[in-house]
């Protein structure tokens, strides 16, 4: 049996001014550090880089996921409001050519 193995491959910032060249780099920067034997990834980050990610990654075989949560919103009395994100599930990226 072969044991697995969890790599973090952090999501770089997008600088909003990027073109698609730019954001076509950092994706192939991205799959360049993902493992040969990957069958399985959760991917997020943002949108334009991500969704070349998962196109890159799914060319492989690779099943993409995302994790989905549930926000809780807590309104103080100051105005302010703070968020917290509970996770609830993956949910995995469709492969169908449809989109």
């Known amino acids: 049996m072969c044991a697995s193995k969890i790599v973090d491959i952090p999501s770089?910032?997008?600088?909003?001014?990027?073109?698609?060249?730019?954001?076509?780099?950092?994706?192939?920067?991205?799959?360049?550090?993902?493992p040969e034997r990957t069958t399985h990834a959760m991917v997020m980050g943002e949108f334009t880089l991500?969704?070349?990610?998962?196109?890159?990654?799914?060319?492989?075989?690779?099943?993409?996921?995302?994790?989905?949560?549930?926000?809780?919103?807590?309104?103080?009395?100051?105005?302010?409001?703070h968020s917290f994100f509970r996770f609830i599930r993956f949910r995995q990226y469709s492969q169908d050519e449809m989109y």
């Open 12 to 34: 770089p910032k997008v600088p909003p001014e990027a073109d698609e060249v730019a954001v076509e780099e950092l994706a192939e920067e991205i799959l360049e550090q993902v």
């Open 50 to 81: 991500i969704f070349m990610v998962i196109a890159g990654l799914q060319k492989r075989g690779v099943v993409c996921m995302a994790a989905t949560t549930e926000r809780e919103v807590v309104q103080k009395e100051d105005g302010s409001k």
